[in-house]
T-cell receptor, first 108, second 115 residues
């Protein structure tokens, strides 16, 4: 079993809708949880991090963490074509373990 | 520097050759990480440095891979006797400290192709 699991997708989302991404992790000692966005041919770019149970909102993005269920999610509201990318869940510290990523395709 | 700099951006080498990949982290970042990413996969951890020392090298696949950071800034990933399976994008990241809030900043990567 991989340490960080994500659905590979692709997740097709109509423009303006909410994209919901899920991630589970196996190490109960994990303290830090990150979401990175990666465009094709580019390096990962940090978009959100969360450390405490509950929700954390930043603009159109909301990260949700449930440590008891070992579950992290990312919501993207009002999805735009520019949100089309692969979203990587990462868990740590100190080193980050990444999932394989979920490809999101926002259709106009 | 303003960001994490990796050189070269692309490297093509013949099977069996030796290669060095360089990473120049953000100024003041004490933690430096190397990852490898294959097509369709997430970044795979290789090694991380805290200062000059390798704090965790558990991700290095075998003894052909080695990394150094002699002055606590620039790091070099060294691969001996390259194999076609080593072809991937090698990513470097840095942070103020291990586990620093705000996550890790990645460089643009080195695409290694072994022919």
């Amino acid at each position: 079993q991989k340490e960080v699991e994500q659905n590979s997708g692709p997740l097709s989302v109509p423009e303006g809708a909410i994209a919901s991404l899920n991630c589970t992790y196996s190490d109960r000692g994990s303290q830090s949880f990150f979401w990175y966005r990666q465009y094709s041919g580019k390096s990962p770019e940090l978009i959100m991090f969360i450390y405490s149970n509950g929700d954390k909102e930043d603009g159109r993005f909301t990260a949700q963490l449930n440590k008891a269920s070992q579950y992290v999610s990312l919501l993207i509201r009002d999805s735009q074509p520019s949100d089309s990318a692969t979203y990587l869940c990462a868990v740590g510290p100190p080193k980050l373990q990444f999932g394989a990523g979920t490809q999101v395709v926002v259709t106009p | 520097g303003a960001g994490v700099s990796q050189t070269p951006s692309n490297k093509v080498t013949e099977k069996g050759k030796y290669v060095e990949l360089r990473c120049d982290p953000i100024s003041g970042h004490t933690a430096l990480y190397w990852y490898r990413q294959s097509l369709g996969q997430g970044p795979e951890f290789l090694i991380y440095f805290q200062g000059t020392g390798a704090a965790d090298d558990s991700g290095l696949p075998n003894d052909r891979f080695f990394a150094v950071r002699p002055e606590g800034s620039v790091s070099t990933l060294k691969i001996q006797r390259t194999e076609r399976g080593d072809s991937a994008v090698y990513l470097c990241a840095s942070s103020l400290s291990p586990g620093a809030s705000g996550g890790y900043t990645f460089g643009s990567g080195t695409r290694l192709t072994v022919v």
